[in-house]
């Protein structure tokens, strides 16, 4: 009997037959919205050509139909126009894959799966959308092959280095990645000579191991669960943002939650040094998921520990963990520099995220009624950051050894939502672990269609490579968001398909609902004076 199986589970379980029951075969014609992603995501294939980031080291800005793509005003027009419609034909092919695999049935982790491959294969040919990331590691890899460390200084210590792609904003700052990544960085950099495309193509490579990862581990994670599997994986990995950001963005991101997702799959079926190690290479991949470690020690400890063997354990998953980074730290010199990205992050907020949004009110109503509104938002943004800290901390003293990776799953949330700074592929640390422990079919998932629609509409305007030379009838980003609008409209009130995932009632039906509730209340009130 496997801590998974009889000891970890939640509350959150999905309604219908268990994982391992036989379940209805799926009569529904999966194969339409498959095809329709891979329309999709060939569309933004072509789309990239013409509004991708191309390192100007690359030779592809020399062919003639990239140069028109680029440089003509009805090229980057289209070019914008077939990327945006492409994520969004992405983002309606994913919906319906849901609406078909409604039954969730024997056959439909195949489908998932095979609607994954599908939509990830013109992806992995792109040029990098949405974000140029994946060039700066082609620069971090380079400093470590000429002796110089990533953690002291950027790369516009480079010769040439911006030839790289990567962005001017980034170059002289440190990076934030553990020291397995720089040697992955550098081990590219060998293979290549630091050529732009090769390295893209190898970094997008690698984080197709971390796709991988998930494809194989959050089904059998969602199983222990009694979660369905085939269902978690749709909303953890099949959903666009997903596949967009960690194949075609090729963001290192991806390895990182691919090998937190099997750790914690290990060390749930009680294997808990393999869990740990897989959880300390994915900190030397990326060191947000040290937060993971308190809760494999909870599993470790077992469900009636003691306060003295919680603490012991705690103190061991620890050490195991930090004394591997610390020893991995020797290679290249790079120490434990990598500390910084916990203990001194990056400064500033963005506006979308909930500490940002409410940060910016609070200092707009402070400043009219003549007060330091900036300070005002700052100690709000600080106060939130401690909250954090605080959810973390409570959930890895009190609740359920049944639910450890809930509680995991909720922390992680925790420390991304309350961040002043929240990238779009942020929210996919988190949503794996909330997936294989319970999604539920109400507001829980309507969030989440929401969430996962606004970072692929901001996305889509956000990071497009235009010249500044070209002339065009509309901006780019504003003919982006245009059509990335218009079609979130069609999806939420034309299209009769996925109108219904959030919109289920007429008005008028809401108010019938909200009236009888009211009433029911009111009739309850007074049985309750009557006695």
Sequence with gaps: MTAGGAHLGTSESQPGPPATAAAAPVKRRVYVATIEGFLGAL??????????????????????????????????????????????????????????LAEWGAS???????????WSLPLLFCVPVFSRDVYAYTGQGRLVMEGQNPYQVGISTLNNWFALGADPAWAENRTPYGPYFLWLARAVVGLTG??????????RLLAGVGVLLCVIYVPKLAELHGINGARALWIAVANPL??????????????????????????ATRRYLLGILLVTASIGI????????????????????????????????????????????????????????????????????????????????????????????????????????GLVLLLMFRGDYSRAVRRMALAFTAVVMLSPIIQPWYILWFIPFLAVTGIRDDWQIRSFYVAVTFFVVFGAQDQLSVWSFVELPIDASSLAFITALAFTFYLLFLDVHTRKLLIEAKPWDLAKRG?????????????????
């Design 286 to 389: 990326k060191p947000i998921t040290v937060l993971l470690l308190p809760f494999i020690g909870v599993m470790w400890a077992g469900p009636s520990a003691s306060w003295p063997r919680k603490f012991l354990i705690w103190g061991a998953t620890a050490g195991i963990s930090l004394g591997i980074l610390a020893v991995s730290g020797i290679p290249y010199n790079l120490g434990l520099g990598w500390t910084w990205a916990i203990m001194d992050p990056t400064p500033g907020y963005t506006g979308y995220s909930p500490s940002g949004f409410l940060g910016q009110q609070v200092e707009f109503l402070a400043n009219v009624l003549g007060l330091p509104g900036g300070t005002f938002a700052t100690l709000l943004r600080t106060g939130m950051k401690y909250a954090a800290v």
């Design 515 to 531: 009236w009888t509730w009211s009433l029911d209340r009111w009739e309850r009130y007074q049985a309750s004076r009557s006695r």
């Design 43 to 100: 569309m933004m294939f072509v789309g990239s050509i013409g509004t991708g980031w191309i390192a100007n080291g690359s030779p592809m800005i020399r062919q003639p139909i990239v140069i028109a793509l680029r440089t003509e005003g009805w090229g980057v027009t289209v070019s914008t126009v077939l990327l945006t419609v492409g994520a969004m034909v992405l983002m309606r092919s994913w919906l319906r894959l849901g609406q078909r």
């Design 242 to 267: 997903f596949l967009i950001s960690f194949i075609a963005s090729a963001h290192n991101d991806a390895l990182m939650v691919g090998l937190a997702v099997a750790g914690v799959y290990f060390a």
């Design 194 to 203: 630091a050529q732009p495309d090769a390295s893209v193509l190898l970094f």
């Design 108 to 118: 439909s982790l195949r489908s998932v799966v095979i609607a994954i491959s599908a």
